[in-house]
């Protein structure tokens, strides 16, 4: 971590949750302390209203899972940018690893979302993994650079812009990647943002860890050089210890 790059601790809810219980997390996430980070909850399409309502006046903000790369028109199921910013939301996850398996996302296709958010004035949090064949192919850093190279667009500023590290096979299985893969992973996804965009914006960016983060193993993860935060799915729809992962950033 530099001193310029404040820490994001962001929770991934998934298809989780209902009103009620959506909004109790939501007041017990913005009831606790966290200081030295940003909070940003995620909460699936149709939760957001009610969350952005809980956490009004409160530090934490809310983001969406994904959006379209149109304004609008005849994209059934789908939502745009802007409604997304018209609901309240200041980021967007997009090219999760979940949303390339289930709905078979491109590079491309989370290239043309990137762009469709930073129009409408979002925080994209673009997410990167290689899958554990990658991993035990020794492919793992030339499939994060065609992601990168792929996922991202000319337009990428440090403010603009959230790059999420996330193994595949780390995600919801227990297993994380060991301090040493990571750091080297942060590493080459910096080096490739500093030669196509430049130093000013590769010191800038935060490049989040995901992939069962939790209590137990926040602080070790949240402490390895160029980590600059993390996305949690499960450990982030309990506040307790979603803010202790928060209360872990260094
Ligand atoms: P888990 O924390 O449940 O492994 O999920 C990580 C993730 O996919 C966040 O986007």
Redesign the pocket.
Known sequence: MTMDRIPLIAG?WKMNGAVAESVALARAVAAGVAPGCELLVCPPAVLIPPVVAALKGSAVAVGGQDCHFAESGAHTGDIAAVMLVDAGCSHV?LG???RRADHGESDELVRAKTEAAHAAGLIAIV?VGETLAERDGGETLTRISSQIEGSLPDAVTAENTVI?Y?PVW????GRTASPADVEEVHAHIRADVERRFGKGVAAGVRILY????KPSNAAELLAIDGVDGG?????SLKAEDFLSIATSCP
């Not at 780390?170 to 299985?173: E, F, R």
């Not at 995901?210 to 983060?213: F, I, T």
């Not at 996305?231 to 450990?235: D, E, K």
């Open positions: 991934n996850i999760h690893s979940e997410c999420a996330e780390a995600i919801g299985t995901g992939g069962s983060m996305l949690i799915g499960g450990a």
